[in-house]
């Protein structure tokens, strides 16, 4: 009896971060378009939210891998229907493979601190910043082999600061859904 109670938690747990991998890449979709150099506004980072706030750390982590992979792979899961490699290696890739810094972080934070939500949300906000740091490094390393170097400033000023606002009330969005749905998911 208790292997089948292990074996039915391994399959509630592999849905959800199924339905999660979808939700994210569901997100990466409804995007706003702008002209280069800028980064499209989309709603990956609530969707990278909701699925750490709403998982926890270990589920949350998984889910973000494999919605990296099926990137990876091809399956059109970035914003604008994107897929593939390129897209990983192009200028908003490094902000993509940030999302996976960010779960880290997450999961390191609440096993270490705790999973009050206290923890959580200052998980969440010091991996947005540690998205953010290595999407603009990885920015401007890709603009400088282009040869089109760019400031610091001016990278933050494309990739980072008009992103924070938004990104804090995807962060508050993400937070009351993860409470009203985290008791069902668990």
């Known amino acids: 009896m208790p292997e089948q109670a292990v074996s039915r938690m391994r399959t509630k747990d592999l849905t959800l971060i199924a339905l999660f991998t979808v939700l994210t890449a569901a997100c990466a979709w409804i995007s706003v378009p702008v002209p280069a150099p800028l980064i499209q506004f989309t709603m990956q980072t609530f969707a990278i939210f909701a699925v750490l706030l709403t998982l926890g750390g270990k589920r949350g982590t998984y889910a973000v891998t494999a919605y990296l992979l099926l990137g990876a792979v091809g399956a059109p899961v970035f914003s604008g229907f994107r897929g593939g490699l390129s897209v990983l290696l192009g200028a908003t890739g490094g902000y993509i493979l940030g999302f996976f810094f960010q779960a880290l972080l997450y999961w390191l934070m609440t096993v270490k601190l705790g999973e009050t939500l206290k923890v959580k ?34 990278a933050l000023g494309y990739c980072v600061f008009p992103f924070i606002l938004p990104d804090l009330i995807k962060l508050a969005l993400a937070a009351v859904l993860a409470q009203r749905v985290g008791k069902y998911v668990q």
């Open 121 to 154: 949300i200052t998980a969440s906000v010091l991996g947005l910043f540690l998205c953010y740091a290595f999407g603009t490094a990885w920015y401007l390393v890709l603009y400088a082999q282009m040869g089109k170097p760019m400031g610091v400033l001016t």
